[in-house]
């Protein structure tokens, strides 16, 4: 396809820099996909990546990508030139979706050496037909470009298309108490918390946001709500309850033709009713009639376009919620293998600033010495500080890996026929980026778990009478060198007794062991287990389990935990425990012979010196320790790795109690040195896989040490 | 490989018990001073074991013990060469260098064979090459790394791989 331009360079430079604006552009829509409509900014700014990856596309003679952008553009820009009104927000976020899944597919076969080969043609046609669709809507406006007409009926916009199915119409008339203040912040509270029930809504007066002066109005007159919503009156009545500060609440349904025609009808109506004479009324109706057919008409007058977009209840159909911009960050990529090598040098930096400043030299009597240590407390500083800044370039913000989670949630929920939000909680949380890469994979099966099998459908909810909505919430931290991560669902929850029955018919159960005995926790564990739910009896259950010994597996490789927390009936917390970096490990040191090692802080238990009666020796040669009763395996590291000079009376050396998921394993060194954050190595490659050795490191001194690596030593 | 190039034909000396071996310099990294050596368990006996070379963790091959010579206690003049070879970077522990020789590949003889397959040394060796009066034996650094097996299936494999270049 374009051969003589694929230079490895420029594929590289088109693909990183496509895959930053693909992701850019996911984050806005996915920011934006609960609003009515996409905000002003957010319009120009897929605009404008559809732009760049169209152009940078062609240069590279990727055609379908190319076309498909473009198609996107087109969209794009018609909606930001012609502001059409009756846009299927939905609908526009899920062609964005599927562009931007398209040309990410492509570029993945780009970036593993294919072509970009994929066809576009339907996903060109299906925009095709979008776009023919909101111009015909909008078509008379799209004539003579008519920003004007948005000004002229502002209620009309969000119905059209959808109209029919289920949905009710309701008129909610809210009297307030005139001695609160602010009435127009609890009016919008009212709006906010209707808006999680609504289809559409309207309400009057628009500007209680912007204008605090309709706090006064809506004391004086109420405060007028249209809804469009499949929830019933009294689901309404739910949300909308009176109190001190809410005196009435009215609650009307009405007719989708009274929806349409908005305040303005009602309006008319009370003239109706109250005091016009049928004259004025169809006076009134004519006006009103000869206004909507004239306006489309009306020519478009300079100034017009910037009144529209600063009309004061525009903000209402847009994501309110959504935080003002911060300054965008500058960024640069570096090669990885650069920040590896930068992080090698620092860190022999800080051993060769050691070697001087203990260097032997110095230690001559009646030295002064006052200004060199002075000046080498400064060195000391700066180098600690060259080392913070150089881990912590190392991390990242888990907020593009949510992000794909509240994708999952948008799609699933779509797919399911499930209503549920998706909350995130500490997605700046940062985290090596290694890390980063292993962690998403076992979150979004986590996530999907929970939307297919944990949620409920809505019906369930419904009958088993969950007053709350279906919610999935992710959720980050850091605590003490480690990142917790949570996916927690507020579904029907892990069923006890289906686990036990599956475990007794898998033979997982201890024998002698009362199932009673069992707890949660353990109970939860078992899906956990490899094909624990390959069976298809169970069916309410089959996947549950599926891919769940994957999860720890994974999580496993990378030094994490899984832990399962349910309530039934009220949900399950899936809790991650992840450690920071696999870069830099807190170890504690040891000797053996004239070697070093290096074990783990997290899996050491305890240090204890024994003697030589606690020793069990066994006819095979094995030996075990007992200590407090409890009876472990010894591992002697000299004799396991055949060194030499090393320490052979159990009394002159330490014991090292290594704990693994519940298995214990003595190791026997000569001494311990201490406990320091080492920056972990692989073993290089020439060198053979040794057994219970995971990596090697440089010590303060310069020295070489091995680490150890638990779960390896408790295979032997 | 271009004509132009400033490699070509360099070889780098050294010296191992009685007899100069030759390695060629696109292969060498550096050459560094003998450093403390940190033991790794389970290895062949000529891996020394691994060295910090400036943050990073290389292992050591001590070359006599991989000729099968008898080993002698390192010194002052006892170096390490440091190769790179398919992304790999060893040190080979050496006696003594010698010199940076140029040997155009006219004067390079392939290595004899006369059924002396006993001869250690020899499996490791590409090619005889001709300084003057002197002979080196040149070096195939791929028979060098690999296995003992691994040297034998590799020199079906690497034989026109001799060309390859470094950076």
Redesign the interface.
């Given at each position: 396809m374009a051969d003589d331009f694929n230079t490895g360079d420029m594929l590289s430079v088109y693909l990183f820099e496509n895959q930053q604006l693909l992701e850019n552009l996911q984050n806005i829509v996915m920011e934006q996909k609960d609003a009515d409509g996409f905000d002003e900014d957010s319009i120009n700014e897929i605009f404008r990546t559809m732009h760049t990856i169209k152009g940078s596309s062609g240069i590279m003679m990727f055609d379908e990508i190319t076309k498909v952008s473009h198609k996107l553009e087109d969209v794009f820009y018609f909606i930001r030139e012609s502001h059409p009104t009756t846009v299927p927000h939905v609908e526009l976020v899920e062609h964005v979706l599927d562009v931007s899944d398209f040309i990410m597919a492509e570029m993945d076969k780009l970036s593993d050496g294919g072509d970009a080969d994929g066809d576009a043609t339907e996903l060109v046609a299906s925009l095709d037909a979008f776009l023919q669709k909101i111009k015909g809507e909008n078509g008379a406006k799209e004539a003579d470009t008519k920003p004007v007409q948005k000004e002229e009926t502002p209620k009309q916009f969000y119905i059209a298309p959808e109209t029919g199915g289920n949905s009710h119409f309701f008129r909610i008339y809210l009297t307030y108490n005139p001695e609160i203040q602010m009435a127009s912040m609890h009016a919008y509270k009212t709006v906010f918390a209707l808006k999680k029930i609504a289809k559409d809504i309207l309400y009057s007066p628009e500007d209680i946001l912007t204008n605090e002066a309709t706090s006064d109005e809506i004391v004086k007159d109420g405060f007028n709500i249209l809804i469009k919503t499949d929830a019933t009156e009294e689901d309404i009545r739910e949300i909308v309850q009176p109190g001190y500060d809410l005196t009435k609440v009215e609650v009307y349904e009405c007719t989708a033709q009274e929806f349409q025609l908005g305040f303005e009808a009602e309006e008319a109506q009370i003239l109706i009713d109250l005091d016009s004479s049928v004259e004025e009324i169809e006076k009134r109706a004519d006006a009103k009639e000869g206004q909507t057919d004239t306006a489309p008409k009306k020519k478009i007058a300079p100034g017009d376009f910037v009144i529209a977009s600063k009309e004061p209840g525009k903000g209402k159909n847009l994501a309110k919620e959504r935080p003002a911009k911060k300054d965008k960050a500058s960024f640069i990529s570096v090669d990885i293998a650069k920040m590896d090598q930068l992080?090698?040098?620092i860190?022999?930096l800080v051993i060769s600033q050691s070697v001087v400043l203990q260097n032997p030299d110095l230690k001559v009597p009646g030295l002064n010495l006052d200004n060199f240590n002075k000046a080498a407390g400064q060195m000391k500083k700066i180098s600690t500080d060259l080392q913070n800044v150089i881990m912590s370039m190392r991390m990242v913000p888990l907020t593009n890996t949510f992000q794909k989670m509240n994708r999952i949630v948008f799609e699933m929920s779509r797919k399911l026929g499930k209503d549920v939000t998706f909350e995130m909680i500490g997605d700046t949380t940062e985290v090596d980026k290694n890390i980063i890469e292993h962690i998403s994979d076992p979150l979004m099966h986590l996530v999907r778990n929970s939307m297919d099998h944990g949620i409920e459908t809505n019906e369930e909810r419904l009958a088993s009478s969950k007053q709350e909505k279906a919610k999935v919430t992710l959720s980050a931290k850091t605590e003490s060198g480690k990142v917790w991560i949570s996916v927690a669902d507020n579904g029907k929850g892990l069923d006890r007794g289906q686990i036990m029955a599956k475990a007794r018919q898998q033979g997982l159960l201890e024998p002698g062991r009362s199932e009673s005995s069992y707890t949660d926790k353990e109970v939860y564990q078992f899906i956990t287990l490899p094909g624990f739910s390959t069976n298809k009896k169970v069916t309410e259950f089959s996947g549950r389990g599926v891919g769940m010994d994957v999860v720890v597996s994974n999580l496993q490789k990378i030094g994490g935990t899984l832990e399962i927390d349910s309530v039934p009936g009220q949900g399950s917390t899936m809790n991650l425990k992840i450690p920071l970096t696999l870069a830099i490990i807190d170890g504690i040191v040891m000797d053996v012979g004239?070697?070093?090692f290096v074990m783990e802080t997290g899996a050491v238990r305890e240090f204890v010196h024994v003697t030589e009666d606690m020793l069990i020796h066994e006819p095979d040669g094995r030996e075990s320790v007992m200590i407090r009763g409890a009876c472990y395996p010894v591992i002697r590291l000299g004799d396991?790795?055949?060194?030499h000079d090393y320490e052979t009376k159990i009394a002159n050396g330490m014991m090292v109690l290594v704990e693994i998921e519940k298995n214990v394993v003595c190791l026997f060194v000569d001494r311990l040195v201490g406990k320091q954050e080492i920056v972990v190595?692989p073993?290089?490659?020439?060198?053979?896989k040794?057994?219970g050795?995971s990596g090697?490191t440089?010590l303060g001194d310069?020295?070489?040490?091995?680490i150890l690596d638990a779960a390896g030593l408790m295979e032997y | 490989m271009s004509e132009f190039d400033t490699q070509k034909d360099k070889y780098v000396t050294f010296q191992s018990g009685s007899e100069y071996f030759g390695l060629k310099i696109e292969y060498v990294n550096e050459i560094i001073v003998f450093q403390e050596i940190t033991e790794i368990p389970e290895s062949p006996e000529y891996v020394k074991g691994l060295i910090n070379l400036r943050g990073k963790i290389i292992p050591v091959v001590d070359v006599r013990l991989r000729f099968h010579q008898e080993p002698i206690p390192y010194t002052d003049r006892t170096c390490i060469i440091v190769i790179r070879y398919e992304q790999m970077v060893v040190g080979l522990i050496v006696e003594k260098i010698a010199e940076v020789v140029e040997i155009p590949a006219e004067n390079i003889l392939p290595s004899p064979s006369i059924g002396k397959n006993d001869n250690a040394k020899s499996r490791f060796v590409s090619g005889i090459g001709k300084v003057g009066n002197d002979v080196k034996l040149l070096l195939d650094p791929a028979k060098l790394l690999g296995d003992e097996e691994a040297a034998l299936v590799g020199h079906l494999n690497n034989e026109d791989e001799s060309e390859e270049g470094e950076e």
């Open positions: 992080m090698d040098l860190g022999e004239d070697s070093s396991f790795y055949e060194l190595k073993i290089p490659k020439y060198i053979k040794v057994k050795l090697c440089q310069g020295s070489i040490a091995l | -």
